[in-house]
């Protein structure tokens, strides 16, 4: 082995060292040859100093938006000169690998533009609220953060915030989107009336 590659895997094993604290492992963690997942659960778990998060009755409740969905409406006055321009939306809604996340793709199209967003979801146990990131493809990327009532979803940004209303079994949907400048007077953004399609 070359002098430099034995510096490199020392100064590695320095720089790895802090994170290693409560770690219950066999042998050297830097070893190429230690096989993978020797650290136990618990020495995760004390390393981390956080609980594991646990799956709940919030999680079960977002069960309602999986599926396809397609809708149709109309951009309303704080969309400027599109107000009134009609639009049309596609979303797809999945679960994220574990059942803690909802992914959701959409797409909306208006006056020959589209809008393009990926949308994140889930529950923050310690605000006990719901949080939704949102990234698109005209570069914004926005966080929100709502609850349900009723089958009534919420979630209220900086700038715009979203109502939205299952109805006809959960197969039916009312999207109302609000724009403010100053977070105290709203106006409509969009109105949308989805379906679900499967």
Known sequence: MTGSVQTGLRLARLLAAPHLEGWQAKGDPMDPSR?????????VEQGSGEA?????????????FIGG?????????AAGPQARVKATAVDRYEWLPGGFFLSCRGVMRFAGESLESTRIIGFDPERQ????????????????????????????????????????????????WEQSDDGATWRPLCDLKATRVH
């Open 35 to 43: 096989e993978v997942g020797e650290a136990t659960r618990e020495g």
């Open 52 to 64: 594991a998060p646990r799956l709940g009755p919030e999680h079960q409740r977002l069960e309602v």
């Open 69 to 77: 969905w397609t809708a149709e409406g109309v951009l309303g006055e």
């Open 129 to 176: 609220r719901y949080r939704m990131h949102l990234f698109d493809n005209h570069g914004y990327a926005r966080v929100y953060e709502g609850g349900e009532r009723d089958g009534v979803w919420t979630f209220a940004g900086a700038h715009e915030r979203v109502t939205m209303s299952f109805e006809d079994g959960n197969q039916r949907l009312d999207i109302r």
